[in-house]
């Protein structure tokens, strides 16, 4: 069974930063693709950045530039770096890691940005 524990949200003025990170548990194939997604109230989840095991990432052009993905495989670990959030960046943050066709999910932290 696999697990996912994300930390690292709460409030924050807008300009300033936040470090998410997820920690992912239980039996995990050497390859894989972790991420990070989000979701505002009323909109649908979109995507805010992947990092497969191989180090490669893929951001959405909403954050690149502002955010970065990083991950330690010896941990499980992934993270995501928020610089110079907006209020739109305020959302609940969800971990995602794909193994084969499968999809896990954290529970969410949430992430609000005060103008």
């Known amino acids: 069974q696999v697990q996912l524990v994300e930390s690292g949200g709460g409030l924050v003025q807008a300009g300033g930063s936040l470090r998410l990170s997820c920690a992912a548990s239980?039996?995990?194939?050497?390859?894989?693709?972790m991420g990070w997604y989000r979701q505002a109230p009323g909109n649908p989840r979109e995507l805010v950045a992947t990092i497969t095991s191989l180090g490669s990432t893929n951001y959405a052009d909403s954050v690149r530039g502002r955010f970065a993905i990083s991950r330690d495989n010896t941990k499980n670990t992934v993270y995501l770096q928020m610089n110079s959030l907006k209020p739109e960046d305020t959302a609940v943050y969800y971990c995602?890691?794909?193994?084969?066709?499968?999809?896990?999910w954290g529970q969410g932290t949430q992430v609000t940005v005060s103008s």
């Open positions: 239980g039996t995990i194939f050497s390859f894989n693709v």
């Open positions: 995602n890691l794909v193994v084969g066709r499968t999809n896990y």
